[in-house]
């Protein structure tokens, strides 16, 4: 019994087509979501780099647990609105809201990532954690993200690779998910 219909199917016509089939790729190219993906990813990538440099500190100095604390909620707070508006995305490209066949496994790594992350807002939300704890946990929690974002990297490359170098060229929303 497969978990998804026609995934199977699905898979084969991927292997063979590609990423993206044409109407995909149409809509992914129209679509006002691939600019917001395209703004949004990079956004968190420096809150990610912010936030990750203060925990660091943190945990090597002791100094600055509020501001790295608080650089934990508000990456997950970006990393909610990526979330939801790539959701949209993807319902929009796939007609899924989730667990489109082309990012099934990205998709699948990202509810981990969310999982930690709001692991980490219950944890501060209710106490659970002393500071350490938290920072410690903020570190897993964007080890997966690491993960994550260097399978929509590999997407990304994969995307461009198919489209054979003419991404991007007069349509700055292809530019932006090719």
Same mark, same amino acid.
């Given at each position: 019994?497969?978990?998804?219909?026609?995934?199977? +199917?699905?898979? @084969?016509?991927?292997? &063979?087509?590609?990423?993206?089939?044409?109407?995909?790729r149409?809509?992914?190219d129209?679509?006002?979501? &691939?600019?917001?993906q395209?703004v949004?990813?990079?956004?968190?990538?420096?809150?990610?780099?912010?936030?990750?440099?203060?925990?660091?500190?943190?945990?090597?100095?002791?100094?600055?647990?509020?501001? =790295?604390?608080?650089?934990?909620?508000? $990456?997950?707070?970006?990393?909610?609105v990526?979330?939801?508006t790539?959701?949209?995305?993807? +319902?929009?490209?796939?007609?899924?809201?989730?667990?489109?066949? =082309?990012?099934f496994?990205e998709?699948?790594?990202?509810?981990?990532?969310?999982?930690?992350? &709001?692991?980490?807002?219950?944890?501060?939300?209710?106490?659970?954690?002393?500071?350490?704890?938290?920072?410690?946990?903020?570190l897993? #929690?964007? #080890? &997966?993200?690491?993960? @994550?974002? =260097?399978?929509?990297v590999? $997407?990304?490359?994969?995307?461009?690779?198919?489209?054979?170098?003419?991404?991007g $060229?007069? @349509?700055?929303a292809?530019?932006? =998910?090719?």
């Open positions: 019994m497969q978990a998804r219909t026609g995934s199977a +199917k699905d898979s @084969n016509r991927r292997a &063979t087509a590609g990423l993206y089939r044409s109407d995909e149409r809509r992914r129209e679509s006002v979501w &691939t600019i917001v395209g949004l990813a990079p956004v968190q990538f420096v809150a990610f780099g912010i936030s990750l440099a203060l925990v660091l500190r943190y945990l090597a100095t002791g100094d600055g647990a509020a501001i =790295a604390l608080g650089s934990v909620v508000v $990456k997950t707070v970006i990393l909610y990526i979330m939801i790539g959701s949209i995305w993807e +319902k929009v490209v796939f007609g899924k809201w989730l667990f489109a066949d =082309a990012f496994w998709d699948m790594v990202s509810m981990l990532v969310l999982a930690l992350h &709001t692991a980490y807002l219950v944890a501060l939300g209710w106490g659970l954690l002393a500071a350490d704890g938290l920072m410690l946990l903020a897993a #929690a964007y #080890a &997966t993200y690491v993960v @994550n974002a =260097a399978q929509f590999w $997407k990304l490359r994969l995307a461009r690779r198919e489209a054979g170098g003419e991404a $060229k007069g @349509n700055p292809q530019a932006l =998910a090719a």
